[in-house]
């Protein structure tokens, strides 16, 4: 049998509907993905437009924040279509943000997800580390059955020193304090794999700028958005060709993504 190629793309494009006038939809068709999770929506569902909702020949699927307008929401794009679609993972405290699709394909379950901000307050970042903690025993228990998983979005922290150009005054901040870089070394202790990071052990590449002080530019940069795969993905040789692209513009995020072959 042919083996399939799958190209799976995660992007958080802070606002779908400022993107869209940025050529979102140009660099969908230039990056050509069979599966495009994108993160930080910032829509309601009456404000779907018709071409969001019949691009190309993707079929989407959507998850809003009830709590809050113009705040979080994920959509999926697939070409390829699922076996079945859902929303969150039965927690009311994290499925009323819009957080959490995941997609099953059958040969593999795919997970959309925008992972909290901590910057808020010492109330959200415990907020964000309970959310680490629950949607992770959630894939674990689906992981335990032997599960193919694909965890992809915005992790909202960098893990290591590599991944952001000024570690040391940012040790402080959410986004890179030991806690929450704690849950990354967690995340792997699980047996879940960095694909980017397991590909390219030394390689300096960032997904995520600062609007300010022409961070972009200048490079100045955080590793945030990541794609996640449980290690039997990794054993049996699905992953290849995992990329940050950093060509891509219109949002403070790039895409991230990598090709499936099996």
Request: charged share 25%; hydrophobic share 35%; proline share 4%.
């Amino acid at each position: 049998m042919p083996k399939k190629l799958i190209k799976l793309v995660s992007w958080n494009v802070n606002g779908l509907r400022a993107i869209i006038q940025k050529d979102f939809f140009g660099s969908i068709q230039r990056m050509n993905p069979d599966i495009v999770a994108i993160q930080e929506t910032k829509l309601q569902e009456h404000q779907r437009t018709d071409k969001m909702l019949s691009f190309e020949d993707y079929n989407s699927y959507w998850s809003y924040s009830t709590v809050k307008k113009g705040y979080s929401g994920v959509a999926t794009f697939t070409r390829i279509a699922p076996q079945n679609v859902k929303e969150g993972i039965g927690n009311p405290g994290y499925d009323e943000e819009g957080r959490i699709l995941e997609t099953d394909f059958g040969d593999f379950i795919f997970f959309n997800v925008y992972f909290p901000n901590g910057q808020m307050g010492d109330d959200r970042l415990q907020y964000k580390l309970n959310f680490y903690n629950d949607f992770f025993a959630y894939t674990d228990s689906l992981k335990n059955q032997g599960k193919n998983l694909i965890i992809s979005g915005d992790y909202n922290t960098a893990h290591n020193e590599i991944d952001l150009t000024h570690p040391k005054p940012n040790e402080k901040y959410s986004g890179f304090l030991r806690v929450e870089r704690d849950w990354m070394d967690e995340i792997i202790k699980r047996g879940y794999v960095d694909t980017f990071r397991y590909f390219y052990p030394e390689k300096v590449k960032y997904s995520w700028w600062s609007y300010r002080a022409n961070a972009r530019k200048k490079n100045v940069g955080w590793r945030v958005d990541y794609i996640f795969v449980s290690r039997n993905i990794i054993d049996k040789g699905w992953v290849k060709e995992p990329f940050i692209d950093n060509d891509i513009f219109g949002s403070d995020h790039c895409p991230v993504g990598l090709v499936l072959e099996f």
